[in-house]
Nanobody
C-alpha cells in the first residue's frame, strides 16, 4: 500500500498564499501522476492540478495563473503553491497518486484550506 500524508493547510485571508505538501511512502512506481483534488461541503471532489512523471501539468480553469503544482521525485513529494487565494478556494484538499502500470490510485487524508477574512 501507498500512504500519502498532506500538510500545509490552514486559515488564510483572501489574497494570501499557502503551500501544500504531500509525501508518498511505500511502493512508489516511477511512472505516476500526482495531483491535488479538492472538495467543498456538498460539492463533488474535483481535480485542482496534476503533474506527470515527465513534468507535464494541468490545472482546473478556476486556478490557472494562481496555483502551481510541482514535484520532487527524490522526496516522493508533490507541492501545490496557492497564491491569490479566494473564498471559493475553501475546501478539503486531497493528494492523489495514480499508477498507470497498475491501474491503481491512492488518496491522502485531506487537509483543510479555509480562505476567509
Amino acid at each position: 500500500q501507498v500512504q500519502l500524508v498532506e500538510s500545509g493547510g490552514g486559515l488564510v485571508q483572501p489574497g494570501g498564499s499557502l503551500r501544500l505538501s504531500c509525501t508518498a511512502s511505500g511502493s512508489i512506481f516511477s511512472l505516476n501522476t500526482m495531483g491535488w483534488y479538492r472538495q467543498a461541503p456538498g460539492k463533488q471532489r474535483d481535480l485542482v492540478a496534476g503533474i506527470g512523471s515527465g513534468g507535464n501539468t494541468n490545472y482546473a480553469d478556476s486556478v490557472k495563473g494562481r496555483f502551481t503544482i510541482s514535484r520532487d521525485n527524490a522526496k516522493n513529494t508533490v507541492y501545490l503553491q496557492m497564491n491569490s487565494l479566494k473564498p471559493e478556494d475553501t475546501a478539503v484538499y486531497y493528494c492523489n497518486i495514480r499508477y498507470a502500470v497498475t491501474n491503481r490510485q491512492y488518496w491522502g487524508q485531506g487537509t483543510q484550506v479555509t480562505v476567509s477574512s
